[in-house]
């Protein structure tokens, strides 16, 4: 059931244990940054480079357990359980498989929905401490029968992936994009109209456009 | 590039809000005279709006409890420490199992059978729901004497995988009866083992299983 860690980054790339990585343009995407922080995570149970995805993702992930979970205790429990599940299971990513994005979202869903789970067939007493709900009352969204924006993320091409987590989880501008990624700012544009596109599809099947 | 494609891009620009005037007032010209860019910019708007809830910020203490809690970090801290640990936690979950026990959901439980290296012993694992967490309830008996540089340590196991649920040591007779912490994950794992280490160790099981057997989720 586990599987080893399948790893893209060449070693021509200049890897070091423990300090950045870099490729031949000198910059990281979101994709292999993302794939050199969860190795070290991995093989050197480095808790800074944990801390870095934390940076990233805990955003998405908190955001999620908001909308589904709708307490806010509890979203905090998801990001904690998700990343210490990340922790112990970092050797069983799989970068062939799928970007870190979209496992760290599989990850935190199936979470979400044992964490709602449990919640709804937990009974209530008199005397319990009252949930606190956020508006919109008990009436969690069904995971499982929605694509909300965090499974229509998770979905995209890691390309599109990487300049929509940019530009949406992380706050930068386009030119900041193409510093980062070190890629023609005319680039960035179009792969962001193409991300925004693709991920609309997702979302709104022909006929829901509105 | 075609009207539409570049026209495409301006609408995914102003929504990053990063077109200049100019091409804000060519994109309304074109807007205005285009049902079909009109479409497409309130369904890119709709996307937009979405994505701009996809993350929000964590509370400023968030990140600092998600560290501090992460289970292998123990082989960082000095052997005496973790033994002033141990023995803090050990009497605070007596206490609190004395108080409050009783009252929590049966998550799981397993019957610890002996490997060759402890023939003889036994022992039980109970997991509670409390909270987010699950509380483990852990009675060994007839367990080898430890050492003062070694304790045992109770493991979640699937296949190649381990979690630690934690330390303790036994008494000269070789038992203990414990109760600690555990992931909420914890109980999502088939089996549960204990092992012999050494302290201050590597955070990886050592191969000296003790005890071990299936968990059975309730």
Known sequence: MMTSVTLDIPAARGETWGGPVEDKRGKLGVKDEDVALIRRVAENGDDDALARLYDRYAGMIYAMGLRYLRDRSLAEDLVQDVFTSVWHKAKSFDSSKASFMTWIYRVARNRTTDMDRKRRSRPRSAGSEPLTYLAGGEDTRNLAANIDVTEALSRLSPEHQEVLVLAYLEGRTQNEIALATATPLGTVKSRTTAALKAIRKTMLPEGEKR | ?218
Not at chain 2, 38 to 65: C, F
Not at chain 2, 171 to 183: F, S
Request: include cysteine; hydrophobic fraction near 40%.
């Open chain 2, 1 to 218: 590039m075609s009207d539409h494609r570049r026209f495409e891009e301006l609408l995914a620009l102003r929504l990053l809000g990063e077109l200049g005037h100019g091409e804000e007032r060519e994109l309304e010209r074109h807007l205005a005279v285009c049902p079909q860019c009109r479409e497409e910019a309130g369904a890119l708007r709709l996307v937009h709006d979405e994505l701009s809830g996809a993350s929000v910020p964590t509370p400023p203490h968030l990140k600092d409890r998600v560290m501090a809690n992460l289970p292998r970090r123990r082989w960082r801290v000095p052997g005496f420490l973790a033994a002033a640990a141990l023995l803090v936690a050990l009497l605070l979950g007596g206490v609190y199992a004395q108080f409050f026990g009783g009252t929590d959901t049966l998550a799981g439980e397993a019957s610890l059978s002996p490997t060759e290296l402890a023939s003889g012993a036994s022992g039980a694992v109970r997991l509670e729901e409390t909270g987010s967490n699950l509380r483990v309830k852990l009675d060994v008996f007839g367990l080898p004497r430890l050492r003062s540089d070694e304790y045992y340590e109770l493991w979640f196991v699937e296949g190649d995988e381990r979690i630690s649920g934690g330390g303790f040591t036994v008494d000269n007779e070789g038992r203990a009866t414990v109760t600690m912490n555990a992931p909420s994950a914890a109980d999502e794992y088939p089996a549960v083992g204990i092992t012999r280490e050494k302290s201050p160790g590597d955070p990886r099981p050592s191969l000296t299983k003790v005890l071990g057997g299936d968990l059975r989720r309730t």
